[in-house]
C-alpha cells in the first residue's frame, strides 16, 4: 500500500471517523490495475493512483430498490416509477420485457416475497442503477454515486495485484455462481458469501 507517488511525493492516507452499517472505506493511493491475462478485455498491468471513496459492501438489495421504488410511486407516480423497473430480457427488440416486480395495494414488491429481500436487485440498467445513486444521494444526504471502473477494481482486488479479491487462485466456494453450491443455479442472498 503506498501514498508516495512515482516524484516521490507523500499523500497523507485520511481516515473517516465513522462508517454507517454495509459501507467500506478504500482509502486513496496507488494501485496496480490491469494486467491479468486470464480477464475477459484486461488492460495491460498500470500502477494508478484513485482517490478514497465509500463503497456498499455487498450489491444493493430487492428491499433497497424497492424503497427507491415506492418512493418515486408516491412522489412522482407510477408512470415515473415504472420507468427504473427491473426488467427481464425481452425476447426481441423492441419489445417491452417483463417487470421482476409487481404492484400490490399501491406499492412495489417482489413476486416471491419478503424471501428475496436481501438478494441483489439484477436485470438494471446503468441508466436505473444511476436513478438509484441520485434518490440514495438526496434522501441520506451523502454524495453517493456509482464507483468508476478503477475504484471497482481496487475494491475488489485491493492494491496488491491479487486477481480475485480472495487472491491468485480462483475458488468458487468464495463467490456464488453456478458452481459454488448444490442444488438449483439461483441467485444467492447477498449474507451467503
Keep these: 500500500w503506498s501514498t508516495t507517488s512515482p516524484d516521490n511525493e507523500v499523500t497523507p492516507v485520511h481516515l473517516p471517523t465513522s462508517l454507517k452499517h454495509n459501507e467500506c472505506y478504500v482509502p486513496a493511493s496507488w494501485f496496480y490495475a490491469g494486467g491479468d491475462p486470464e480477464a475477459p478485455n484486461s488492460k495491460p498491468e498500470e500502477r494508478v493512483w484513485a482517490d478514497g471513496f465509500i463503497i456498499s459492501q455487498t450489491p444493493i438489495t430487492h428491499s433497497q430498490y424497492i424503497e427507491f421504488l415506492n418512493d418515486l410511486l408516491l412522489e412522482r407516480g407510477e408512470e415515473e416509477a415504472l420507468r427504473w423497473v427491473p426488467r427481464e430480457q425481452s425476447n426481441s427488440e423492441g419489445e417491452v420485457a417483463k417487470s421482476i416486480y409487481r404492484i400490490d395495494n399501491g406499492v412495489f414488491s417482489h413476486p416471491l416475497g419478503e424471501t428475496m429481500n436481501r438478494h441483489p436487485v439484477v436485470h438494471l440498467t446503468w441508466h436505473s442503477a444511476l436513478a438509484y445513486a441520485h434518490w440514495l444521494s438526496r434522501k441520506t444526504g451523502q454524495p453517493w454515486r456509482l464507483p468508476t471502473e478503477l475504484e471497482w477494481e481496487k475494491a475488489a482486488r485491493g492494491v496488491d ?10 475458488d468458487s466456494s468464495f463467490c456464488i455462481m453456478m458452481n459454488s453450491h448444490v442444488g438449483p443455479r439461483i441467485i444467492m442472498s447477498v449474507d451467503e458469501n
Excluded: E, L, Q, V
Excluded at 161 to 170: A, C, L
Design 161 to 170: 495485484r491479487r486477481r480475485f479479491p480472495w487472491g491468485d487462485d480462483f
